[in-house]
């Protein structure tokens, strides 16, 4: 998936001149957090409400008054995505600058925003939970075919697969989560713990007998 499939395109603006009074407003106004600054057309910082509330705030050490300038308290210079950026990427670029937003860039313009809001929105299309579906967690031996065995047996009873999400739990094992064409969750976990795989959700799944 790619930041241009989620993110917030032609997103609302301030001028580097706007007062902080006049950002907070249109902030409120709009429902939003994050405001690109523009000066001139071309983006030069970031702010959001937290920025506006700390900035202002008596507890500061020098507090702002309302009428300054955006272009005081905005953060800068601007961590910015491309619109072709794998979403991954950009998820963790925010993680690591512990930053909410990233104006999304193409050709010097500015054309997108993505936030947190939007990578979780990503996540939960990713894990295929818009569609009517079932839930399947499974661990496997991290070691080639394994997935595909899964896949056959999925395949043999007619059920079909609507996401996977993979990740390594150690060295020699991986977890594998399922979002599958049927609501007949249990009597498939039994099927596929009966085939020898480890069922962990859902969970109380047995394979005695």
Known sequence: ML???????????????????DAYELMQAKGIRHLPVLDGGKLVGVVTDRDLRLATSRLAERPFPPEA??????????????????????????????????PVVEEGRLVGIVTGANLLDAVLRLVGVHRPSGRLDIRLPDRPGALARLAALLAERNVNIHSILTYPEDTDRQRILLRVGTM????????????????LWPPHTSCAG
């Open 69 to 102: 300038r955006v272009r005081e308290v905005m953060s800068h210079p601007v961590e910015t995505a491309s619109p072709r950026d794998p979403v991954e990427r950009v998820a963790s670029l925010m993680r690591e600058r512990r930053i909410g937003c990233l």
């Open 3 to 21: 930041v241009e499939e989620v993110m917030h395109p032609d997103p609302i603006t301030v001028d580097a001149e706007t007062t902080l009074c």
């Open 184 to 199: 007949e969750i249990r009597p498939l976990a039994r099927a596929i713990c009966d085939a020898g795989f480890e069922v």
